[in-house]
């Protein structure tokens, strides 16, 4: 045992060193870690360094602890509203790109083989195709982030990889059960059974997923205010999930004999992506930072387990076949992959743009989607879980088929890490992927005429209170200006070749001053979980158009709609309906009343947005006001009870933090004593408890 933790601390190390180094030389850090790997094996030959080897890369260690944490921290970030709007892109990638490439790379690689002599039966290279044509962007997306490539091609290729992950796990636990069978089965039965528990296990696999999503959900909105809690319910709902739908589907596959089963992996993403959509709003508003950097720094963790893990199955396959021997089958199926994923993406993307279900997908992006898909995780899971003892008719070699299907598998996840990974970023640059859109290059300058204005006023505050002289403050004043000059002079540039900027910043602008105002309204309490996911929900939307260069259609109507599910799950009665009402009407005139001063604010300062859309937005947003006000008054006269309570409820959360801050700023000030600072802490505690009582 403590050669394990011996092995996991210098495993952290290594990984933590190796990360500091891919920074520095610009390389996906995993790609690193795949050779550190094998040193590190390596260097357990050594008496004291022997502990190194007491860790295996199991497949019960990767699918049961690892997959589980990696898949919920990647779905829990994807946003659905984006998932949707890209759904057929995605399932046309995740689905159908599988099992065309899986179908290609089968058929190229067993004829492959046999003008080299290798004569590998059917069913070997068909689980070959399953599992190398699993994706993983963990690589990929790093280095997307840190050039800036597209949001939408970056959730492409992240969505495209969960769910593939899924449906290539489906497809190979239908393939291993058709064959390790034991009993004759006809040709159309096999199709059938198949095709049966691969739909099964995908669509069971969301629904229990949801369901387990929303359950935890529910338990994580009973202790809100404690992030430990909060974030190991989380995670402990990724594994229930996963650990359920195995044990769900071994049951009904293995006890009651059916041919239906359920994804785990599928599971998890659904559940993740309930949790991260509709669960996160659960979360205290002040754990939410708190538990997206647990979960990313967990993320790390396990890839970097991972990948250094994938050097010692290297070196354990090597024992068992000679790699020199599986050279020319691996480049061969290095070739098939790549020309199969080439396929399996340029003519059914081509196919896809026509059919304009979608906003197109550009021929750049369709490179980067043929040549960026890595191999990593899953295929790794998949190649482990194969039978060792599992030999087809036809077999005529001394290793084991997945011993075989191992070592060509390890050369070609090498190849994606060390050929494809490292010329990412060139492709990106290539093909101006890295290129900010108007949109984004507007929002760029305007941050930084709002930095060189802020700093241009704090340097006449500091003249002012005689911090520094004129003489000094004129130096640094030249250099903002300058600065604030140049970023004028290039969005007039950019006005200019695209008119419909100004407006498209302008709303972003609204749209981040809402979304502001509505965050510190949720995080004071001043609204409820559910009419701050409406009112933000519509913010939200606004943004995804604005981010395709639409202008967005902003209501002015002030009647949430609330839905049979948003009433049953939280028990609303006639008098809660009434509430939410208010709150709602309360939250848009206030963040109404914050968006016009924004507006006079832009007016006045900012002389690129055209004083004609400043006054039609306006316009928009005094509508909205005055539609709130009437609004509130409707509710006033209907249940002046009520709304006078409510009122009277705000004044009083309003006084009780104008108290907390006012301590928080005595105690900093070291104005009263501990222990009395203490008793006065306990008493607006008690104060705070009854309230919420």
């Known amino acids: 045992m403590i050669e394990s933790i011996l092995a996991l601390i210098l495993m952290f190390l290594v990984a933590s060193g190796t990360g500091v180094l891919a920074e520095r030389i610009r390389v996906p850090y995993t790609v690193l870690l795949v050779p550190v790997g094998v040193l590190l094996l390596l260097a357990s030959q050594i008496p004291a360094l022997q502990f190194i080897g007491s860790i295996k890369l199991t497949p019960e260690l990767l699918f049961y602890a690892f997959l589980p944490v990696l898949i919920f921290e990647s779905a829990y970030n994807i946003n659905w509203k984006q998932l949707i709007r890209n759904k057929w892109s995605i399932t046309l990638l995740s689905v159908v790109s599988l099992i065309v490439s899986t179908a290609l790379i089968a058929v190229a690689f067993k004829f492959g083989l046999e003008l080299i002599g290798w004569h590998i039966p059917w069913q070997v290279v068909i689980l070959f195709g399953a599992l190398i044509s699993a994706t993983d962007p963990v690589a990929v997306l ?110 009904m596959m293995h006890t009651m004999h059916w041919s239906i089963g359920i994804s785990p992996v599928i599971a998890t993403t659904f559940g993740a992506i309930t949790m991260g959509n509709w669960g996160r709003y659960k979360l205290s508003s002040q754990v939410h930072e708190f538990v997206e950097h647990t979960l990313g720094y967990l993320g790390f963790l396990i890839n970097s387990i991972i990948f250094i893990l994938i050097g010692f199955v290297f070196v354990d396959i090597m024992h068992e076949v000679d790699m020199a021997t599986l050279l020319v089958p691996g480049l061969i199926a290095i070739a098939v992959v790549v020309v199969a994923r080439a396929l399996s993406v340029y003519p059914l993307i081509q196919l896809f743009n026509k059919t304009k279900l979608e906003e197109h997908i550009p021929l750049q992006w369709q490179h980067l989607l043929s040549w960026g898909s890595l191999r990593g995780a899953i295929a790794i899971a998949i190649m482990l879980s194969i039978p060792k003892d599992w030999v087809p008719a036809g077999w005529e070699y001394s290793f084991t088929p997945q011993a075989f299907i191992a070592g060509v598998t390890i050369i070609c996840i090498y190849f994606t890490l060390f050929i494809k990974a490292t010329t990412i970023g060139t492709i990106l640059e290539r093909f101006q992927l890295t290129k900010m859109t108007a949109i984004e290059y507007a929002g760029y300058l305007l941050a930084r005429m709002r930095i060189a204005d802020k700093a241009l006023s704090e340097s006449d505050r500091f003249v002012r209170r ?86 967005p259609e902003i209501t002015t109507s002030c009647e949430p709609v609330f839905t049979w599910f948003d009433k049953v799950e939280s028990r609303m009665s006639r008098l809660d309906e009434l509430r939410n009402h208010y709150l709602f009407a309360r939250a848009r005139i206030i963040a109404s009343d914050k968006v016009i001063m924004a507006l006079e604010n832009a007016l006045q300062e900012n002389t690129l947005f055209a004083e004609a859309d400043v006054q039609a937005l306006r316009a928009v947003y005094e509508a909205r006001l005055a539609e709130a006000r009437a609004h509130m008054h409707s509710l006033a006269e209907s249940a002046p009870a009520l709304v006078d309570g409510l009122r009277l409820e705000h004044l009083e959360d309003g006084l009780l933090k104008a108290k907390e801050r006012e301590l928080e700023e005595i105690i900093a000030e070291g104005a009263v004593a501990p222990k009395a600072a203490l008793k006065l802490q306990e008493r607006i505690a008690i104060h705070r408890a009854h309230r919420e009582g």
Request: glycine fraction near 6%.
């Open 466 to 551: 005689g911090y520094i002289d004129d003489t000094i403050a004129s130096h640094a004043r030249k250099g903002y200006e300058r600065w604030k000059t140049r970023a004028i002079a290039h969005m007039q540039t950019v006005c200019a070749e695209y008119p419909k900027t100004p407006t498209l910043a302008l709303h972003l602008h609204v749209a981040g001053t809402e979304s502001k105002i509505l965050h510190r309204l949720y995080h004071y309490r001043e609204v409820n979980e559910l009419v701050y996911r409406r009112l933000i929900g519509e913010v939200e939307e606004r943004i995804l158009d604005l981010e395709e260069s639409i202008v």
């Open 142 to 251: 790093a280095l997307f982030k840190e050039y800036g490539a597209p949001k939408r091609l970056s959730l492409i290729f992240e969505g495209e990889s969960l769910f593939n992950d899924g449906t290539a796990l489906a497809l190979y636990l239908v393939l291993i059960a058709a064959f390790t069978t034991t009993h004759e089965v006809s040709l159309p039965a096999m199709i059938g059974n198949g095709s049966l528990l691969f739909v099964s296990m995908v669509v069971l696999g969301g629904a229990l997923g949801a369901l387990f999503g929303f359950i935890f959900a529910k338990l994580i909105e009973k202790i809100r205010d404690d992030s430990s809690l909060e974030l190991t319910l989380a995670l402990v709902m990724a594994h229930a999930t996963f650990i359920s739908a195995e044990l769900i589907s071994h049951w």
